[in-house]
C-alpha cells in the first residue's frame, strides 16, 4: 500500500478530458491575460459566495496584500492573526508595512481564539484577518461585533476554506473582503498559482483591480503604485472546469472524515473537531497525538504519506524574532503545532484505504 496525502492526478483522472478541451482552447483563442475565462471565473465565485465583486489575482499572498493594500493599511498599523497558519497570513501584513499581532488559538479547532482579541487591540489596530484553518471557519459573529466595536477592517483569510459555510453563510460573504487561493493542493486547485479576492465593496474591489495591473485602469496611464499580479487565463480555465466539481468535492471530503472519525474513534489521537454552526470542508483531516513523530515515521514506513500543519507556530518563527515573542506565550498553538499532523484525506481516497490508515494507526498504539 502506498498512500499519498493529497492524490491530484487520481482528480486529473476524472476530469482529464475537460481540461484538456479548456486548455487547448484557450491557447487556441489567442487572449492569454485578463480575458473571458478570467472574467467568468471572478463573477461565478463572487456569486457562488453572495458578492459583489471578485478579482483574480496571482496567488493567495497577492490576494492578502493587494486587499491590505486597497484598504490603506501600512507602516504604523497592526493587525490581528493568527500565529498557527501558513506563513502569508502574517507576511503579507509585514510586507504591506504593518505588524502582525498574534493572538492564540482554540485548542479544538485550530482557530484563533475570539475570547482573546480584545485584549490585544490598541489605537494602532487597524484590521483583522480571521484564518478559516484546515477548511473551517472562525466565530465571524463574533469577530464582526469585535470590529464594529473597534472599527476594524476584516479581511477573511479563506485560502483554505472555499464553500466552507458559518451559519449558512458562504466563507468570504461575511467580513469587508475575503481571499482565496489557487495554490494546486487546495481544494479548488489550478495547475500552477492563483488566486482571488471577493467583496462587496466597489472602492476596495477597484482599487485591487488597479494594484494587479500597475496601478492603472486604462493601459500606460498609472494613477497608484501597482503590481503586476493578474490570474493567469489557462489557470483560469482549468478552474473554471474545476469549479463545477467544487461542492461534490466538498461533500465527499466531509464524507470522508466521518468515515475516519468512526474508524478512529477508540483510538487516543484527537479528531477534529467541528463546531454545529460550522460546514467544514476538511481541506486538511488534522489529528493530534501524544507521539506524533513516532506515529509519523511509522505511518511512512508502512506506506501512508501524513503532512505537519505547522511545525513552528508565527510568533517563534526567526523572521519575527523582533516582534518580541517568546515560547510559552501564546501555549495552545505551541502546544498544536508539537503534536498535530494530517492523514490523507481527497476525494478521490477510498475506503479500503481509509482503513488501512486506520489500522495502521491502531497497530501502533498496541505497540506502544
Ligand atoms: C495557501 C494559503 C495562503 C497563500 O496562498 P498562495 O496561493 O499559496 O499564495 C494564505 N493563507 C493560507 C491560510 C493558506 O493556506
Redesign the pocket.
Known amino acids: 500500500m502506498n498512500i499519498q496525502l493529497l492524490d491530484l492526478l487520481a482528480q486529473y483522472e476524472t476530469i482529464k478530458d475537460e481540461i484538456k478541451e479548456a486548455v487547448i482552447s484557450t491557447i487556441e483563442s489567442g487572449h492569454y491575460i485578463l480575458g473571458s475565462q478570467v472574467k467568468k471565473l471572478e463573477e461565478d465565485i463572487a456569486k457562488y459566495c453572495g458578492v459583489k465583486h471578485g478579482i483574480g489575482v496571482a496567488?493567495?499572498?497577492?490576494?492578502?496584500l493587494l486587499t491590505l493594500k486597497a484598504f490603506g493599511i501600512g507602516e504604523g498599523d497592526e493587525v490581528i492573526t493568527s500565529p498557527f497558519?501558513?506563513f502569508?497570513?502574517a507576511e503579507t501584513i509585514s510586507q504591506a508595512g504593518a505588524k502582525p499581532v498574534f493572538v492564540d488559538i482554540d485548542p479544538d479547532t485550530y482557530c484563533i481564539d475570539v475570547d482573546r482579541i480584545e485584549e490585544k487591540i490598541t489605537e494602532r489596530t487597524k484590521a483583522i484577518i480571521p484564518?478559516h484553518?484546515f477548511g473551517q471557519m472562525v466565530d465571524m459573529d463574533r469577530i464582526m461585533e469585535i470590529a464594529k466595536k473597534h472599527n476594524l477592517i476584516v479581511i477573511e483569510?479563506a485560502?483554505?476554506a472555499i464553500g466552507a459555510e458559518y451559519k449558512g453563510k458562504k466563507a468570504g460573504s461575511i467580513g469587508h473582503a475575503a481571499?482565496f487561493?489557487?495554490?494546486p493542493t487546495?481544494n479548488l486547485g489550478g495547475y500552477g498559482?492563483?488566486?482571488m479576492v471577493v467583496t462587496n465593496d466597489d472602492a476596495v474591489a477597484e482599487r485591487i483591480r488597479m494594484l494587479r495591473f500597475h496601478g492603472s485602469k486604462v493601459k500606460y496611464y498609472h494613477e497608484i503604485l501597482g503590481y503586476n499580479s493578474r490570474l493567469d487565463e489557462l489557470q483560469a480555465a482549468i478552474l473554471n472546469v474545476k469549479f463545477k466539481y467544487l461542492d461534490e468535492w466538498n461533500r465527499k471530503r466531509a464524507e470522508k472524515a466521518e468515515i475516519y472519525n468512526e474508524l478512529l474513534k477508540d483510538t487516543s489521537c484527537k479528531l477534529p473537531v467541528a463546531r454545529d454552526y460550522n460546514k467544514h470542508i476538511y481541506h486538511l483531516y488534522i489529528i493530534q497525538h501524544e507521539k506524533r513523530d513516532e506515529l509519523i515515521k511509522y505511518l511512512k514506513d508502512n506506506g501512508v504519506a501524513t503532512g505537519i500543519y505547522y511545525p513552528v507556530p508565527l510568533h517563534l518563527q526567526n523572521v519575527y524574532k523582533d516582534l518580541g515573542y517568546k515560547e510559552g506565550d501564546l501555549p495552545n498553538a505551541e502546544y498544536a503545532s508539537k503534536r498535530t499532523f494530517a492523514i490523507p484525506l481527497y476525494p478521490e481516497l477510498t475506503l479500503e484505504q481509509q482503513k488501512y490508515v486506520a489500522e495502521k494507526i491502531k497497530e501502533f498504539e498496541n505497540l506502544k
Open positions: 496567488n493567495g499572498t497577492d490576494a492578502l497558519t501558513f502569508a497570513s484564518v484553518i483569510d485560502c483554505q481571499c487561493s489557487f495554490f487546495k498559482d492563483g488566486g
